[in-house]
């Protein structure tokens, strides 16, 4: 039942919208950067003299780093000026992007896309806990959809953009261009920077232990949803131009089309889902059925569209991946909110450390074990068929691992109830 004082969600703040449209921008550059290599993928097999094993290995290398730095990142943004280490890590993601654009060998292009991970690792336990800090419940959907908005135009605009650029110019000189000409976002973010960076600690709230987050199984339930999530995601990202290009037989400039088509169709969704969510719990919904029913139907939809996109000939082929696109952006809008509703200001750069660095674990997997199937199957099938399975696997963690949406109260005997079904 709707309560007696809903009404209209406020709108968010100018100058938090500012600091979120950049947040949104930064992680446009990185999901462009760590997809880019995949785009030049179908050339760097030829120009490298590699198997599609030694390329899977190749597009995983910027995981090994990411996933394991998340918990260090995790701890960090809970303890320093987030703001400045975010600042001093894009730098460097930004500067391994360009200096990649101009090695010649496997073992050295495989130590700047370990660098780019260093970078990248604190994206996101800084995004959540800058979100968490400065934007109220009614305003997270919007915020994190805002920022998820920026995750599905990335790969759009790198797909779209740098598939024509890459088949007219070359690879290299887009890596060192991009990565260059990302550093500029640095100035406005020194500007407009919002002013909470740490949360005060108080009598009543402190820092988890990560003892205390392994208890919690709406902990591993966020922490599986993301893993299952994830793997579709960097299935698409790192294998879906070899996959149309190689297998379907699309030229690289429909490769183009076809993913950024589907990425940017994704990226004007996530933030109208947000909304979305947002108005429902203002005219009464819970925060956990909101957010949970945009998290769980739409992983699985992007996992029955992209299973269908495997299975089917390639007449059906562009239109499947733009739905199963779409579909993961409604995941993407509120996968977040869910998380920082959970840990609070205090405890959510630990808690989405953690959780991304598990989460994350997949992007070591899905390119290896893509490029195993096949190598072993000679075929693409498989490989789909994986993926559908991981995101029912997501939606069913939503559902039913991750409880109530009621932020834990760290470091006492009564909790919430957080660990109970909804």
Same mark, same amino acid.
């Given at each position: 039942?709707?309560?007696?004082?809903?009404?209209?969600?406020?709108?968010?703040?100018?100058?938090?919208?500012?600091?979120?449209?950049?947040?949104?921008?930064?992680?446009?550059?990185?999901?462009?950067?760590?997809?880019?290599?995949?785009?030049?993928?179908?050339?760097?097999?030829?120009?490298?003299?590699?198997?599609?094993?030694?390329?899977?290995?190749?597009?995983?290398?910027?995981?090994?780093?990411?996933?394991?730095?998340?918990?260090?990142?995790?701890?960090?943004?809970?303890?320093?000026?987030?703001?400045?280490?975010?600042?001093?890590?894009?730098?460097?993601?930004?500067?391994?992007?360009?200096?990649?654009?101009?090695?010649?060998?496997?073992?050295?292009?495989?130590?700047?896309?370990?660098?780019?991970?260093?970078?990248?690792?604190?994206?996101?336990?800084?995004?959540?806990?800058?979100?968490?800090?400065?934007?109220?419940?009614?305003?997270?959907?919007?915020?994190?959809?805002?920022?998820?908005?920026?995750?599905?135009?990335?790969?759009?605009?790198?797909?779209?953009?740098?598939?024509?650029?890459?088949?007219?110019?070359?690879?290299?000189?887009?890596?060192?261009?991009?990565?260059?000409?990302?550093?500029?976002?640095?100035?406005?973010?020194?500007?407009?920077?919002?002013?909470?960076?740490?949360?005060?600690?108080?009598?009543?709230?402190?820092?988890?232990?990560?003892?205390?987050?392994?208890?919690?199984?709406?902990?591993?339930?966020?922490?599986?949803?993301?893993?299952?999530?994830?793997?579709?995601?960097?299935?698409?990202?790192?294998?879906?131009?070899?996959?149309?290009?190689?297998?379907?037989?699309?030229?690289?400039?429909?490769?183009?089309?076809?993913?950024?088509?589907?990425?940017?169709?994704?990226?004007?969704?996530?933030?109208?889902?947000?909304?979305?969510?947002?108005?429902?719990?203002?005219?009464?919904?819970?925060?956990?059925?909101?957010?949970?029913?945009?998290?769980?139907?739409?992983?699985?939809?992007?996992?029955?569209?992209?299973?269908?996109?495997?299975?089917?000939?390639?007449?059906?082929?562009?239109?499947?991946?733009?739905?199963?696109?779409?579909?993961?952006?409604?995941?993407?809008?509120?996968?977040?909110?869910?998380?920082?509703?959970?840990?609070?200001?205090?405890? %959510?750069?630990?808690?989405? #450390?953690?959780?991304?660095?598990?989460?994350? *674990?997949? /992007?070591? &997997?899905? !390119? +290896? =074990?893509? $490029?195993?199937?096949?190598?072993?199957?000679?075929?693409?099938?498989?490989?789909?068929?994986?993926? %559908?399975?991981?995101?029912? #696997?997501?939606?069913?963690?939503?559902?039913? *691992?991750? /409880?109530? &949406?009621? !932020? +834990? =109260?760290? $470091?006492?005997?009564?909790?919430?109830?957080?660990?109970?079904?909804?």
């Amino acid at each position: 039942m709707p309560s007696s004082n809903a009404s209209k969600s406020r709108p968010i703040p100018p100058r938090l919208l500012i600091v979120v449209v950049l947040l949104a921008i930064s992680v446009f550059i990185n999901y462009i950067d760590r997809g880019n290599l995949s785009i030049a993928a179908p050339m760097l097999k030829d120009e490298l003299k590699i198997s599609a094993s030694q390329l899977g290995l190749l597009l995983s290398a910027f995981w090994w780093t990411y996933a394991c730095l998340n918990l260090l990142y995790g701890w960090l943004v809970d303890r320093v000026n987030v703001n400045w280490l975010f600042a001093g890590a894009f730098l460097l993601w930004s500067a391994a992007t360009a200096a990649t654009g101009l090695v010649h060998t496997f073992a050295i292009l495989f130590f700047f896309r370990l660098l780019l991970g260093v970078g990248e690792a604190v994206a996101f336990p800084a995004y959540s806990k800058i979100l968490a800090l400065n934007f109220s419940e009614e305003h997270r959907g919007r915020a994190n959809s805002i920022v998820s908005a920026g995750l599905l135009f990335g790969p759009g605009f790198g797909l779209l953009t740098g598939g024509f650029l890459m088949g007219r110019y070359g690879w290299r000189p887009f890596f060192i261009v991009l990565g260059l000409a990302s550093m500029l976002w640095l100035i406005p973010w020194l500007k407009w920077m919002p002013e909470k960076h740490q949360a005060a600690p108080t009598d009543s709230t402190g820092v988890p232990s990560l003892w205390e987050f392994f208890q919690m199984r709406s902990a591993w339930g966020t922490c599986l949803v993301l893993f299952f999530s994830n793997y579709a995601s960097y299935f698409l990202i790192t294998w879906l131009p070899y996959f149309l290009v190689r297998e379907r037989h699309f030229s690289m400039n429909s490769m183009a089309k076809i993913g950024g088509t589907a990425y940017l169709l994704g990226g004007v969704m996530a933030p109208i889902c947000g909304w979305l969510s947002d108005r429902w719990i203002a005219r009464g919904a819970s925060p956990t059925l909101a957010r949970k029913s945009f998290v769980a139907g739409g992983i699985a939809g992007c996992g029955i569209f992209l299973g269908l996109a495997g299975a089917l000939d390639s007449r059906f082929t562009p239109a499947l991946i733009v739905l199963g696109v779409v579909s993961y952006s409604v995941m993407s809008s509120n996968l977040w909110a869910i998380s920082q509703a959970l840990a609070g200001p205090t405890a %959510a750069g630990r808690w989405v #450390g953690f959780q991304n660095f598990f989460g994350n *674990l997949s /992007g070591l &997997l899905a !390119p +290896v =074990v893509t $490029g195993l199937v096949v190598d072993r199957t000679g075929h693409f099938v498989w490989a789909f068929v994986i993926v %559908a399975m991981v995101c029912l #696997g997501s939606s069913a963690s939503c559902i039913f *691992l991750v /409880g109530r &949406l009621e !932020p +834990v =109260v760290w $470091g006492r005997r009564v909790r919430t109830a957080v660990n109970s079904p909804a």
